[in-house]
């Protein structure tokens, strides 16, 4: 049986192109079972999973939740808002209380960068990361790139723009990894003090004008402005922000070519994007909510396997 | 103790012995004789260390050691062993305790302490009273109580004003003024060094602009005050030709360097190791080549160990939480005399800052006082944390090549062996 080339999905960063093709034709086979009558698969019924929110999570939380009973895992779920550390037990004896009650696999949200990669350094499970601050989110930037090659048949040699807020977001950052993986050419689009300087060293372009960047793209991935974790104000006013950056139909209607509107969620409707293009054919956001599932039982079950192995 | 060092070279420029491999005697804490084949006098110990080479006692102007305030991450008497097992006789005790080194009973009390012990330590005052930044805290008193500058430890002088006054005060008696090299406004909440390492570990990132604009600032204060300043722990390129452009101008300007910022990148951070979370940020290897063109072309006047214990509890965590700082007492030596030849670290460690502290410096002649740093520079080994004496382990030379090996010290008439 195949298997991916890491022990843990920790980010896209560790993984190589034929770990992400390993994961698109597991869940593509998922894909087909959560359309069955019976949405259900016993594969995982000897395995234990925790799914430790310390950050607050509600589609990414439901979409682990239900991979995992749709592999017939046991759940359990733990949310603390805020770190470990603010209420005086460190991460560290946070999960080995938990494994002590004998879990399998842990999928962590966690405020922090690298904190997945901190407990894997010291703690013997197999870790999910469900998004570690302005880090990674690997499970988004896959099914993302599922989404992609669903609706236009592959990721290799389209172009993407992702729009926004990429200094704050960890979904920015895993696309790019995983983009680039799979051969897409890749942009980002935002006002300067959202674009990381350094960015253009991962080999993405840089635009600031949403009109050039649109003309250019086969899709659009548009991102949320991550208020939260902004210390100080990057733009003066959301209004202003919404007339550089935001997405419109009338925009769109003035391109030519059709651009394929993505978005990870929670939508601000008015803001990055209007009603009339969220709920337009040219957007695949739903699409995306439903691979979510499918992406995130073929991760969960080829890790699994490396146990049973 | 009265003892025979066998068949030691003596590293001093200044001592006409240099370079020679001779036996040096020393009784009653004084050098009383430097030949060839001394036999040991009764009441003498002889000792034999292989390769074994001596020179001036090493001075380190930048330790911290918790004590008072923080004594489970490093207290003065197991920090004073570590110093002299390292190779040190001299240290600067920075002045992050708690409370903080800024009135002349603090200074009293950490001489009184290490009165006595194989290390002189020269406390380094709080510039501004708690160290807040705020109110300059009373300089002169400390420094006749023996501080030899003065410094808010890590800490960035927001208020230029400050800076200003300070430089201005401290000339009526001479005081040295130390301005942490970092403008709070732009490093915001900075982790790192921004660069392409912050942007592809999503790590909040500090620009170089943070400490090149502070000491850009600092250098306009000084031109126009007068008195001197040093800059400690500079870890740009750019800070280095500012400050070289300083000093060509005649401003009486002297800045230092950490070793970690000499040896160490920001790529080693992918690791999200929190032993590399370190005050100014690791940069990157073009940094690194500039600091070191910086100390060989006089720019920079010397390094420190910049010495910082913490303890597990604060350093085994998530990288955001874990606080800033390293030890280097017992790294310093062995990771830079293969890069920068003995010729330079030696002069970096003994004389350069002994006479920008105004210490005096110490000879290898015959009448002499023994002050002396023990050690050799052959064999190499990966630097582990077995090799660690401090009481707090947050080395981030965990795992890389050590060159050569620190003996030991004789000071006060004291010989401590690693």
């Not at chain 2, 909040?204 to 001197?228: H, I, N, W």
Request: aromatic share 6%; net charge negative; glycine share 8%.
């Amino acid at each position: 049986m195949k298997t991916l080339s890491v022990p843990n999905l920790l980010g896209i960063k560790h993984l190589v192109k034929e770990d992400i093709d390993l994961i698109f034709e597991t869940a593509d086979h998922f894909k087909e079972v959560i359309n069955r009558p019976i949405k259900k698969v016993p594969s995982l019924r000897d395995i234990t999973i925790a799914n430790l929110f310390f950050e607050n999570s509600t589609r990414t939380k439901l979409s682990f939740e239900l991979a995992e009973k749709r592999l017939s895992a046991d759940v359990i779920n733990f949310s603390a808002s805020g770190s470990s550390v603010k209420k005086g037990e460190t991460l560290i004896d946070t999960v080995n209380n938990i494994l002590s009650m004998k879990v399998d696999i842990i999928v962590m949200r966690h405020p922090d960068v690298g904190a997945h990669e901190f407990l894997s350094r010291h703690v013997n499970t197999k870790i999910i990361n469900a998004g570690d601050g302005t880090h990674e989110h690997p499970t988004q930037a896959l099914l993302d790139s599922f989404s992609i090659r669903e609706r236009l048949g592959d990721v290799a040699g389209k172009k993407v723009v992702i729009v926004g807020d990429i200094l704050h977001s960890r979904v920015a950052l895993s696309n790019i990894y995983a983009l680039k993986l799979q051969g897409a050419e890749v942009k980002v689009c935002g006002p300067v003090t959202l674009i990381p300087k350094y960015i253009e060293s991962l080999g993405v372009g840089v635009e600031t004008d949403l009109r050039k960047a649109l003309e250019w793209a086969d899709v659009a991935n548009m991102l949320r402005v991550q208020n939260e974790r902004m210390d100080i104000k990057y733009f003066p006013s959301t209004r202003e922000y919404t007339q550089l950056y935001g997405v419109n139909k009338k925009l769109l209607n003035s391109i030519n070519s059709e651009v394929t509107i993505m978005h990870p969620g929670p939508i601000n409707r008015g803001v990055e994007i209007t009603s009339d293009v969220a709920d337009s054919d040219q957007a695949i956001i739903l699409n995306q909510v439903e691979n979510g599932v499918a992406i995130r039982m073929a991760c969960i079950y080829l890790l699994a396997s490396q146990i049973k192995q | 103790m009265n003892i025979l060092l066998k068949s030691a070279i003596v590293f001093d420029p200044k001592s006409t012995h240099h370079n020679q491999t001779v036996d040096v005697l020393i009784e009653n804490g004084l050098i009383s004789k430097i030949d060839n084949n001394i036999s040991c006098p009764t009441n003498c110990e002889e000792i034999n260390l292989e390769n074994l080479i001596i020179s001036n006692g090493w001075f380190d102007a930048s330790v911290s050691f918790g004590e008072p305030g923080y004594e489970d991450r490093e207290t003065i008497n197991n920090g004073i062993e570590v110093a002299a097992k390292s190779g040190f006789t001299q240290i600067g005790l920075n002045s992050n305790c708690y409370p903080f080194t800024d009135s002349k009973s603090m200074v009293n009390f950490l001489k009184t302490k290490a009165a006595g012990t194989p290390v002189n330590i020269y406390p380094i005052g709080s510039l501004t009273k708690k160290s807040e930044g705020t109110e300059i805290a009373e300089l002169y008193d400390m420094q006749q109580a023996g501080a030899i500058a003065f410094n808010d430890y890590k800490k960035g002088t927001k208020n230029a004003n400050l800076i200003k006054i300070a430089l201005q005060y401290t000339q009526s008696f001479g005081g040295l003024v130390m301005s942490y090299p970092n403008n709070c406004n732009i490093a915001g909440e900075g982790l790192v060094n921004e660069g392409i390492n912050s942007t592809r570990l999503g790590l909040k990132g500090t620009p170089a602009l943070a400490e090149e604009l502070q000491v850009s600032r600092d250098l306009f204060l000084l031109e126009y005050t007068g008195g001197k300043l040093h800059i400690p722990t500079i870890s740009t390129q750019k800070s280095v030709s500012l400050i070289k452009e300083a000093k060509a101008k005649g401003l009486n300007i002297t800045c230092s360097v950490s070793a970690d910022h000499l040896t160490i990148t920001d790529d080693e951070l992918s690791s999200f190791d929190a032993n590399y979370k370190i005050a100014p940020p690791l940069r990157t290897q073009q940094d690194v080549n500039a600091l070191i063109e910086g100390l060989k072309d006089g720019t920079i006047d010397f390094i420190t160990s910049d010495h910082d214990p913490i303890d597990i509890e604060n350093k085994k965590l998530e990288f955001s939480h874990a606080i800033d700082g390293t030890i280097g007492l017992e790294s310093l030596f062995v990771s830079l005399q293969d890069t920068l030849g003995l010729d330079l670290l030696i002069e970096k460690i003994t004389t350069a800052p002994q006479t920008i502290f105004g210490l005096s410096n110490s000879t290898i002649t015959e009448g002499e006082k023994a002050n002396l740093s023990l050690f050799t520079t052959k064999g190499t080994k990966t630097f582990t944390e077995e090799d660690i004496l401090s009481t707090s382990t947050n080395s981030a030379y965990i795992g890389k090549k050590a060159t050569g090996k620190v003996y030991g010290t004789y000071n006060n008439g004291i010989l401590t062996l690693a």
